[in-house]
């Protein structure tokens, strides 16, 4: 099994939980072989691992942030601040040069 499966009674309380490479005793067998049960760990042994080599693959590559010039991996490749407190700071600034030129018009 690829995956873990957690076995629960009729009353909703945990009874074992399975595990990919743990091995089972007679009653864990013939608990097993119960037909609800059949059909769950069947569901599960359909499921199969996610290749490694995707895992492994970098979808951006790391940027420069513009406010304090950090190198930082970004999460979209839209993105520009390492942080939401430089983004913060670039905004703030921003909006004291707005109000700056404001004023003197």
Known sequence: MAYE??????KGKLKKVLRGKETLSIEAKS????????????????????PKEILNETKFYNKICIVCSREYHPRHPQTKYCSHECQKELY???KKLE???RTKN
């Open 99 to 101: 109000k700056a030129d």
């Open 5 to 10: 499966c957690k076995v629960f009674d009729n």
């Open 92 to 94: 703030l600034k921003n």
């Open 31 to 50: 608990f097993l072989e119960q037909k609800s049960t059949k059909k769950a760990v069947s569901y599960i042994k359909k499921f199969k691992e996610p």
